[in-house]
C-alpha cells in the first residue's frame, strides 16, 4: 500500500507550513507530513521553506536573523491559496504539540557546518522531549546536514533528498546510513525503485499532484506520496 504524505502540510489548500496546513492534511485523515525548517537567530526550529521571509510573508530579512518570537507574529500566508485569517510562522514546537502526525519527514535545507550541527541538536532536543523518536526521519540533500546527523544524533532515522541523478542517490543513501530516500518523482523509474528498496530504503516521491500520477507510481509499488493535495491523494488511492 501507497502511503501519503501532506507536503508543507496541505499546501495546495492552505498556506504552506502553517498550522492550518498540517490541521488541513490531517483533515483529511492523512496522518503524514512533510515540512521545513531553519533556525531562528535564537536558536528555535521555524517551520518555513525558504531562508529568507519574503515569498511567504511579503517581508525582507533572512529567517536567520529574526527572533522566534519576531517570526511566530508574521503572517505567511502570501503566494498560496485564499485564506482568510492570518497563519503565522509556526514554531516545530507548536506542531509537535497540536498535531498528531503517525509520521513526520523533517527537511533540513543545506548549511555551514555550525549551522547544521546546531540544527540536528535542536531537533534531537525536541523529538526526546515530545517522546518522537520513533515517528521522526530527519531529511536532507546536504551532506553536511546527513553527516551532522550520523554524528551529534546517530539514533535519529536519516532520509536523503534528491533531486537530481548526477550523483547515485542509492549510493550517497548508503553513505549516510539513510532509512529513506525522499525522490523527485521525475528519477523514480521502476528499476531505482526496486534497487533501492532492495537495499532497504523507504522510497518517498514528490510532489505528486496529479491523480494519473499518483496511481502509476502506486502501480510502481513506491512506498509514499508526497502531495500539495492529501484530500485528492486519498480519493484517488484510497480504494487501492
Known amino acids: 500500500m501507497t502511503l501519503i504524505y501532506g507536503h508543507r502540510g496541505a499546501k495546495g489548500e492552505a498556506p504552506e507550513n502553517t498550522l492550518n496546513s498540517f490541521k488541513r492534511c490531517l483533515e483529511h485523515g492523512v496522518k503524514r507530513c512533510e515540512l521545513d525548517l531553519h533556525l531562528s537567530r535564537d536558536g528555535e526550529l521555524m517551520v518555513i521553506h525558504d531562508p529568507t521571509l519574503k515569498r511567504t510573508t511579503g517581508r525582507g530579512g533572512k529567517v536567520s536573523e529574526q527572533l522566534a518570537e519576531d517570526l511566530v507574529t508574521y503572517d505567511a500566508r502570501q503566494g498560496g491559496p485564499g485564506w ?3 497563519c503565522p510562522i509556526p514554531r516545530l514546537a507548536e506542531l509537535f504539540e497540536h498535531c498528531e502526525f503517525e509520521h513526520w ?5 543545506s548549511a555551514s557546518r555550525d549551522r547544521a550541527a546546531r540544527t540536528v541538536q535542536a531537533i534531537d532536543q525536541l523529538v526526546e522531549r515530545f517522546g518522537l523518536r520513533d515517528r521522526v526521519t530527519v531529511t536532507s540533500s546536504s551532506r553536511t546536514v546527513l553527516r551532522a546527523l550520523q554524528e551529534l544524533a546517530p539514533d535519529l532515522s536519516r532520509g536523503l533528498v534528491a533531486e537530481y541523478a548526477w550523483l547515485d542517490p542509492l549510493k550517497v543513501a548508503a553513505n549516510y546510513g539513510c532509512e529513506l530516500l525522499a525522490l523527485n518523482w521525475m528519477l523514480c523509474t521502476p528499476e531505482r525503485l526496486l534497487k533501492a528498496q532492495k537495499q532497504g530504503l523507504h522510497v518517498s516521491v514528490w ?3 496529479e491523480p494519473a500520477l499518483m496511481r502509476r ?7 509514499s506520496l508526497i502531495t500539495d493535495f492529501p484530500g485528492l491523494a486519498t480519493a484517488t488511492l484510497g480504494n487501492r
Do not use: I, M, S
Open 217 to 223: 507510481l502506486a502501480d510502481f509499488g513506491v512506498d
Open 84 to 86: 482568510l485569517r492570518p
Open 105 to 109: 519527514q523533517l527537511e533540513v535545507k
Open 207 to 209: 510532489t505528486v499532484n
